[in-house]
């Protein structure tokens, strides 16, 4: 059983939570808990301030130790998500190591090995991945034939 965030409920048909079970191998079935008021407004002692979508740290903040309340919103006027942030990694890859006129022969292989390295290691990452691929497909063709 799984619940969903506050966010996400209905708040004109007074939903205060909503699970989600699973029956059997193939079954998710919703539950819903709805406080039983014939209401046509927002019910503000039902819905206190929740915890909206936006973190409130960034990751680099969170591993340093630092720690703040979450970012609260008021579900009043229903939850509006905003616009969907980009991840951008962080990494320096081994294309960008600075090459120069007057770079060594050192640095070239310096270069040169660390972009094997790195196209190695994402060719491993590619074959685990089409291993995974394959067994999640095996699990679905047995799954479409129990039904």
């Known amino acids: 059983m799984a619940f969903m965030p506050k966010r996400a409920l209905s708040v004109l048909d007074c939903e205060i939570a909503r699970a989600y079970r699973v029956c059997g191998n193939s079954l998710v079935e919703p539950v819903s808990f709805r406080v039983p008021r014939k209401a046509e407004s927002f019910q503000s002692d039902l819905y206190p301030s929740t915890p909206g979508a936006e973190a409130a740290l960034s990751a680099e903040e969170y591993f340093s130790g630092k720690t703040v309340d979450p970012i609260l919103i008021s579900l009043e006027d229903g939850f509006q998500s905003g616009p969907k ?23 070239f292989k310096k270069a040169f090995e660390s972009l094997r390295a790195e196209n190695e290691q994402l060719n491993s990452t590619i074959s685990q991945r089409d291993v995974k691929i394959r067994q999640l497909e ?8 129990k039904r």
């Open 85 to 107: 942030k980009e991840f951008t990694a962080q990494v320096q890859s081994a294309a960008e190591i600075p090459l120069t006129e007057e770079s060594t022969e050192q640095d």
């Open 138 to 145: 095996i699990e679905i063709e047995q799954l479409s034939m």
